[in-house]
């Protein structure tokens, strides 16, 4: 479709897009009176106005009920996370029984490492991505070790190709085939966090699975953003944190996938506490461990409700509105951003070079924009005035129009601030 560059037209889109009222249950910081414009929420998603119930409502069990708050509790919390795995498979594309929630996201990556990564003499290499975010390449690297193999050698990365910005899915299908029958496990993050990237998932974990490697994905980036078929991929595991497109608050509980295939075996071992035990059973506190029958029996400790309860809250929001108008609308304002970035850049002489995907299928919410002849003086401008955007080095912003809660008069307004901020000749 052809955009203008004009309020006139950002309302109009405003006034015929479905989600618009969903703005209006998130809370916005505020900036001179004013609700900030805010790319930030593939960082932090804002807070929905309802959360606050769903927390009260765990904190006023805990007062009036105190210990019969396990079982007595509107939602009893001995098995709360079990609320999450219909709507939350839906969000994936997993059955119910192979999605569930639980700690924080490294450390759900480390718990599935031990079940899917068992490196023996002749298989032991581990392929990711280059550049990975910082917290999978300390995880990776200390898994390696903690087996007593070499990172330098059992750790595999897939490169760019110099002067590119992203990753080929042919040179990812290439280093698989290169490293062939070595390859233990291919563990890459779905959606790249710098470039924004949407790595074609279906195909590599078919590619994987064919060399009989097992295929991880972190899905930090992916999850409430793009469209996932986990179980339709043949997809092995997967584990993805909740606060970032799923507006669940700071270091909320992380959400995980283990497929079908994994349950009910004793060929895949995976370190086991009380909550993965069997639910008819668990409170008989046995010794001998009966499993969940389903992904509930990588559960380890009784379930942080605390932080459980704000994911919730998400949940049904994102069940209510569905992945697919949550797309629709991606799609729509993530080209209208590029198209009022591309209208500053004529307007102002500059020369932004966006290092996000052009192709829709390959991109998701975020855009990043290597700035080139300005920095980190423009994006402090930014923030002064109102825009919530992220830096990376050397000088590259990330932006994310989330359509829950971003208008496309947020849109508009942005390309005038940042037209002002370059007039000041920042750089
Ligand atoms: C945000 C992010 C994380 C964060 O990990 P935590 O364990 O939740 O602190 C990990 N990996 C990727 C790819 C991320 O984007």
């Not at 639980?102 to 003499?121: A, D, G, K």
């Not at 280093?175 to 070595?182: F, L, Q, S």
């Not at 400790?301 to 929001?317: E, Q, R, T, W």
């Not at 980190?376 to 989330?402: K, S």
Request: charged share 25%; glycine share 6%; hydrophobic share 40%.
């Amino acid at each position: 479709m052809s955009f203008e560059n004009s309020l006139g037209f950002a309302s109009s889109l405003d006034e015929k897009d479905p989600l618009a009222s969903y703005r209006n249950q998130f809370i916005f910081p505020q900036h001179q009176g004013k609700d900030v414009i805010y790319f930030t929420g593939n960082s932090l998603g804002l807070q929905p106005k309802q959360t606050k119930k769903y927390i009260d409502e765990v904190v006023n069990d805990w007062a009036s009920l105190a210990v019969e708050g396990h079982f007595k509790a509107d939602k009893p919390w001995w098995d709360y996370h079990e609320r999450f795995s219909e709507q939350l498979s839906k969000v994936v594309g997993a059955k119910p029984s192979e999605v569930s929630v639980m700690n924080t996201l490294t450390v759900n990556l480390h718990l599935l490492m031990v079940s899917f990564y068992r490196p023996s003499s002749k298989r032991f290499k581990i392929i990711c991505e280059e550049k990975a975010f910082p917290s999978d390449q300390y995880m990776i690297a200390s898994q390696v070790r903690f087996h007593g193999y070499d990172p330098k050698e059992a750790i595999v990365e897939i490169k760019k190709r110099e002067g590119e910005h992203h990753f080929r899915t042919a040179d990812v299908l290439k280093t698989i085939a290169a490293v062939g029958d070595e390859c233990a496990l291919v563990l890459i993050g779905g959606v790249n966090y710098y470039t924004g990237q949407v790595f074609d998932m279906k195909t590599i974990t078919k590619a994987a699975k064919n060399t009989g490697a097992f295929v991880g994905w972190d899905l930090a980036h992916a999850v409430g953003n793009v469209s996932l078929q986990l179980h339709d991929w043949g997809v092995d595991f997967a584990s993805w944190c909740s606060y970032k497109y799923m507006n669940s608050g700071p270091g909320s509980a992380s959400g995980y996938f283990v497929n079908e295939k994994y349950h009910n075996t004793k060929e895949i071992p995976r370190l086991e506490g009380w909550w993965g035990h069997s639910k008819k059973e668990r409170f008989l506190m046995a010794p001998e461990f009966i499993p969940e029958p389903d992904a509930n029996a990588w559960q380890i400790s009784n379930a942080p409700i605390l932080s459980l309860a704000p994911y919730l809250s998400s949940l049904h929001m994102f069940d209510e509105v569905g992945m697919d108008a949550i797309i629709t609308k991606r799609n729509k304002i993530v080209s209208y951003l590029e198209f009022i970035l591309k209208e500053v850049a004529i307007a102002t002489n500059s020369n932004f070079e966006i290092i996000t995907p052009v192709n829709q299928e390959e991109r998701g919410t975020q855009l990043s924009v290597f700035l080139h002849d300005y920095g980190r003086e423009l994006f402090d401008y930014l923030m002064e005035h109102g825009v919530f955007v992220d830096w990376r080095e050397p000088n590259v912003i990330r932006l994310a129009p989330v359509p829950l809660y971003i208008s496309y008069k947020d849109i508009f307004n942005f390309g005038e601030i940042l037209k002002k901020g370059i007039s000041k000749n920042l750089k």
